[in-house]
């Protein structure tokens, strides 16, 4: 090798860390070892603390004003939970479920509020959610009868020029989503 240096004592020098390492005393122990906080832990230490208002405007009336520990919501790329002290953003919604996460006022951390809206928007800051959409329904006051008939409607229905497809689109797929909120098992 160069420098005279042999592959035996280069092979030393290299394990000899390694050895010295091993002999260490673990600073992490399993008992040590911190557990992650469950998901009822977050929300009742987020409860106790800091609450979210979250606000739901449709055109005739304001449908919701609350605080909650966190909001899922059904933007248009995707979901998103937020909670107290949360980046401020707005984005645009999709047609889904609204949910608020412990309710301030209700029986525990466990009390949820679930909204059906109909796309829109919503702006996040100063710990408020506000939530601006054409139409807004209770989840569980939805009838899954109701809801297939009214897919069913849809989708024999005819449409010509690329506005009419495109608004029939947007219908069949609202219609979609409010049938799957409908299906869903309320506890």
Known sequence: MANGTTFQSLHLCMSAPL?????????????????????????????SQKLIRCVIVTPEQTVLDTKAAGVSLPLDDGSRGIAAGHAPFIGRLGAGEVQLHGVAGGTGTETIIRTFVEGGFVEVGH?????????????????????????????????????????????????????????????
């Open 19 to 47: 050895n010295r390492l091993k002999s260490r005393p673990r600073r992490w122990n399993k008992k040590h070892r911190l557990k992650e906080p469950s998901v009822k832990s977050i929300m009742a230490t987020t409860t």
């Open 127 to 187: 710990n408020e959610v506000t939530v601006i959409t054409q139409g807004a329904t209770d989840s569980g006051a939805m009838k899954v009868q109701e809801v297939q008939a009214e897919l069913e409607n849809l989708l024999q229905q005819k449409a010509v020029g690329d506005d009419q497809i495109d608004a029939l689109l947007k219908a069949e797929s609202a219609a979609r989503a409010r049938l799957r909120t409908a299906r869903q098992k309320r506890s």
